[in-house]
C-alpha cells in the first residue's frame, strides 16, 4: 500500500494540469539541483585534500570531524526554512478505506524524499571512504557514515515534529528559536564550543565504532516520536476543526486602527496560512541569524571594515522588506478582483503595507539589538540600516510593487518556487541594497563610517516623516497602474 500511495505521487506529478506548463521550469531546477548535488560531491571528494593544504602536519581527521556539528545545526535551521509538511498529500485518502498507521508510514517515508536528506551523504560519505578507512580502518568509516545518517534521520523527523507541533502552539516556535539563538550565542562568546564537543565525540566514534549505536537511537526514536504524534491526531474530523478554528481566529486589537488595522489583520492571516508567505516569514527568521557570520573580531576590529558591516545591518533589519516586498500586492492575485471591486479605500490599503512593514522591522530590530552585546558600534550601524529601511526601502518597495503583474499560487510550495520572478524583482533587488550602499560607501571611506550612519539614517528619519505624503503619491501610482495588475493577475 505505501509503495502504491507513492507511486500517485509520482503520477499526480506528471498528470497534473499544470505538468506540462511547469515541465521547463522543473527542468531547469532539476539541473540545478543536480549541479549542487555534483558540487557537494566533490567538495566531499577534494576535502582531504584541502585539509592537508590548509593545516599541513596536522591531523586532518580530528578536525574534520570538528565540522560534523557544525553542519547539522545548520541543517536543522535549513530545514525548518525550507522543508514542507507533506500533509496534504493524504487529505484524499483520508477518507478511504487505508489504515491510518499506513497513512502514517507513507507520510514519514515520503518526507525522506528531499536534497537536504541526499546531501550529508554526498559530502561525509567521500571522506570517509578515503581518508577515514586510511587512518581509522573500514569498520571505523562504516560506523561515521552510519552516524551520519541517522543523524539526519533525526534532524528530519525533529524538524517535521517541532513544525508540527508549532502549529498546535505557537510557544513552541518561541522555544525552538530560544533554544538555536542560545547554542549560536554560547558558542559564539565561547563559553561552549560545537567544534570541540564535535571532534571528541566522533573522534570517539571512530575509536570505538560501537558507539554509532547512539546515534542510530536517536534516529529511531525521533521517528517513532513523529510516528506516533501523527497516528494520534490524523483524523478528517480534527483537521476540519483545525481550519475552522483558523478561520474564526481574530485580531481585535488590530481593529481598534480602524480598516487599516483590519487590513493588516487580513494581510498576517494570508502570510500565516499559506505556504510560500509563511515561507517568506520563516526565511526572514531564520536570517536573524546571519549577523554571526559578520560580527566577530576580524570585522570588528578594522574601522575600515565597517563599510562591509553596512550589508548585514541592512539586511538584518530589512530582510522582510526586501522578501515580502517583492511581491507585495502579487499576494492578493487571486482575490484582487474581489478587492479591487469592494468598497475599499486605496490610501488605507497602502498604510496598511508601511505599518505591517514598521512592525515587523521594528521587531526584528529589538531582537538583533542584541548583537549590541558584542559592542555598541553594531547598535549605531543596524539602527541606520533599520531606519533607512522603514523609510526609504518601504516607499520604494510599494512603488516597485505595482509594476508586478505576475500571479502568485498560494498555496504551491516555496521551495525552489520561482513564479511570479520577473525583471521587476531584479530592478527591486538591485535598487534596495545598491542605491543605500552608494550613499553609505564614499562618505563611509572618505569621511567616517559614523558620519555615513548619520547620513542614511537621516535620510531613513526624513522620509519616516514624510510617510503621509507618500501615501498620496503611492495610491496616484497605484491607481495608475491598478487595472494593468487586474489583467496580469487573471492570467494563471
Same mark, same amino acid.
Given at each position: ?68 556539528? /557544525?553542519?547539522?545545526? #545548520? ?116 563559553? +561552549? ?85 509563511? /515561507? ?63 468598497? +475599499? ?14 512592525? #515587523? ?37 510599494? /512603488?516597485?510593487?505595482?509594476?508586478? /503583474? ?87
Amino acid at each position: 500500500m505505501i509503495l502504491t500511495l507513492l507511486s500517485h505521487q509520482w503520477k499526480s506529478f506528471w498528470r497534473g494540469r499544470n505538468a506540462a506548463r511547469s515541465l521547463a521550469t522543473q527542468i531547469f531546477i532539476g539541473l540545478l539541483i543536480a549541479y549542487l548535488m555534483a558540487s557537494i560531491l566533490f567538495a566531499g571528494l577534494a576535502t582531504g585534500h584541502i585539509l592537508n593544504k590548509a593545516f599541513p602536519g596536522q591531523d586532518t581527521v580530528r578536525i574534520f570531524c570538528g565540522f560534523v556539528l /557544525y553542519y547539522f545545526f #545548520i541543517d536543522i535551521l535549513l530545514r525548518f526554512a525550507m522543508q514542507e509538511l507533506p500533509v496534504l498529500t493524504i487529505v484524499p485518502y483520508l477518507g478511504q478505506n487505508i489504515r491510518r498507521r499506513q497513512m502514517v508510514s507513507f507520510l514519514n517515508i515520503r518526507s525522506l524524499f528531499h536534497f537536504l536528506n541526499l546531501m550529508p551523504l554526498l559530502f561525509f560519505a567521500p571522506f570517509a571512504c578515503t581518508d577515514m578507512a586510511v587512518h581509522s580502518g573500514k569498520l571505523a568509516a562504516a560506523a561515521f557514515i552510519t552516524a551520519i545518517v541517522f543523524i539526519m534521520l533525526f534532524n528530519n523527523f525533529l524538524i517535521l515534529y517541532v513544525k508540527r507541533r508549532t502549529i498546535i502552539n505557537v510557544w513552541w516556535l518561541v522555544g525552538f528559536a530560544v533554544v538555536m539563538i542560545g547554542i549560536m550565542t554560547l558558542d559564539f562568546f565561547h563559553i +561552549i564550543s560545537l567544534s570541540g564537543w564535535s571532534s571528541k565525540l566522533f573522534v570517539a566514534l571512530l575509536a570505538k565504532p560501537i558507539l554509532a549505536i547512539v546515534p542510530v537511537v536517536l534516529g529511531l526514536a525521533a521517528w517513532f516520536n513523529n510516528y506516533r504524534f501523527l497516528l494520534t491526531n490524523l483524523y478528517l474530523d480534527e483537521g476540519a476543526r483545525s481550519e475552522k478554528e483558523k478561520s474564526s481566529r481574530e485580531y481585535s486589537w488590530l481593529q481598534q486602527l480602524g480598516l487599516t488595522g483590519e487590513l493588516i489583520a487580513l494581510e498576517i492571516k494570508l502570510m500565516l496560512r499559506n505556504k510560500r508567505p509563511k /515561507y517568506i516569514v520563516r526565511l526572514s527568521a531564520l536570517f536573524m541569524f546571519y549577523g554571526f557570520v559578520f560580527y566577530n573580531k576580524h570585522y570588528l576590529s578594522d574601522q575600515s571594515m565597517y563599510i562591509i558591516l553596512f550589508f548585514p545591518a541592512l539586511f538584518l533589519t530589512g530582510i522582510f522588506i526586501m522578501n515580502y516586498g517583492q511581491f507585495l500586492f502579487a499576494w492578493h492575485s487571486s482575490f484582487f478582483d474581489g478587492l479591487m471591486a469592494s468598497n +475599499i479605500s486605496i490610501p488605507a490599503f497602502i498604510r496598511s503595507k508601511f505599518m505591517l512593514y514598521n512592525a #515587523i522591522s521594528t521587531t526584528i530590530f529589538i531582537i538583533t539589538s542584541f548583537y549590541g552585546l558584542i559592542t555598541w558600534k553594531i547598535l549605531v550601524i543596524q539602527a541606520a540600516g533599520f531606519l533607512y529601511n522603514i523609510g526609504v526601502n518601504s516607499v520604494i518597495s510599494i /512603488y516597485l510593487a505595482t509594476f508586478s /503583474y505576475k500571479a502568485i499560487d498560494l498555496s504551491r510550495s516555496a521551495t525552489f518556487n520561482y513564479q511570479g520572478i520577473g525583471t521587476v524583482q531584479w530592478v527591486y533587488a538591485l535598487i534596495i541594497i545598491l542605491v543605500p550602499y552608494a550613499i553609505y560607501y564614499p562618505l563611509a571611506k572618505f569621511v567616517s563610517p559614523w558620519a555615513a550612519c548619520a547620513v542614511i539614517g537621516g535620510l531613513g528619519l526624513i522620509s519616516l516623516l514624510m510617510q503621509s505624503y507618500w501615501v498620496e503619491v503611492l495610491t496616484r501610482e497605484f491607481q495608475r497602474r491598478k487595472y494593468l495588475m487586474l489583467a496580469g493577475f487573471r492570467e494563471k
